[in-house]
């Protein structure tokens, strides 16, 4: 993985936590005007994955981790009419303790979580990794594979990760989908990811006048549906296409409207 500019909560460095044979759990944050936004449901999110895979609470200080997150951004001083994203990741050390590292991502285009002005398209992968549904460094590094395979095979810049007919999620994304009036995504039971995106998009649903089930979202299906797109820390991203089938961008513009009231 790619050194970017960090800082370290924890006793290790950066380097180290990206070491090679090095595991981790992570969330991407939507950080605007040096805060971090909805960091008690993604420390929640995140310290439930650690003490599911690795036995033990990692004891997250909400206060520290803002404050901490609030001085990194300082230093870096990024453009202040936009957001940016971080990556918070914490890396087991020892039997019980746990070291926290924050890095930079990139700047955002707007502020606030917004709908993406690319369209990309996308092709469809059945692949496994280890604690599926979890956010860890297995999403990261298959996320990574399979956009490159989609970007030489396809000519697509993203992946979506299927398990038989069932499209699970966009690389580590949680995946959407409208038909009519109805916002379609996967039960997070099968595998696919959950996260504070697909928690917000779901609770904006009503607001855009749709009804939320939570159903597979089906690969033979793909040309039954009106729009197919996926949420992460910037907003909501709508595909254009995925493996021949074409998709409009018509109501996610509205979700990630509602996204910010």
């Known amino acids: 993985m790619n050194e970017r500019p960090g800082i370290n909560i924890g006793e290790k460095s ?8 090095q595991h981790y759990v992570y969330q991407r944050i939507h950080v605007l005007k040096g805060k971090a936004l909805h ?15 690795y036995g033990y609470d990692p004891k997250l200080d909400e206060r520290e981790m803002g404050a901490s997150i ?5 230093i870096l001083r990024p453009p202040a009419h936009t957001g940016s994203t971080v990556m918070l990741c914490i890396a087991p050390q020892g039997d019980d303790d746990r070291d926290i590292a924050v890095e930079y991502e ?3 285009l707007e502020a606030g979580y917004s709908h993406s002005p690319l369209r990309p398209r996308a092709a469809a992968y059945e692949y496994s990794i280890p604690f599926p549904a979890l956010p860890t460094n297995f999403q990261i590094e298959a996320r990574s594979l399979f956009d490159t395979l989609a970007l030489r095979q396809h000519g697509a810049t993203r992946s979506i990760r299927r398990n038989g007919d069932h499209l699970l999620s966009c690389g580590d994304a949680p995946l959407f989908a409208i038909r009519g009036h109805t916002l379609l995504t996967p039960p997070p039971g099968e595998g696919a990811m959950n996260g504070v995106e697909r928690e917000l998009v779901i609770a904006a649903a009503p607001k855009a006048h749709l009804t939320t089930r939570e159903e597979p979202i089906l690969h033979p299906e793909l ?12 907003g909501i991203t709508s595909l254009s296409e995925c493996d021949g089938a074409k998709f409009m961008s018509l109501v996610a513009p509205r979700l990630a409207a ?3 009231s």
Do not use: N, T
């Open 70 to 74: 609030v001085r990194y951004m300082q």
């Open 223 to 234: 040309k039954s549906y009106d729009e197919l797109f996926f949420a992460d820390a910037s």
């Open 14 to 21: 950066m380097g180290s936590i990206h070491a090679p044979g």
């Open 39 to 53: 960091l008690s449901d993604h420390l929640r999110i995140v310290s439930r994955a650690f003490e599911q895979i």
């Open 258 to 260: 509602a996204l910010k």
């Open 106 to 108: 990139r700047p955002l």
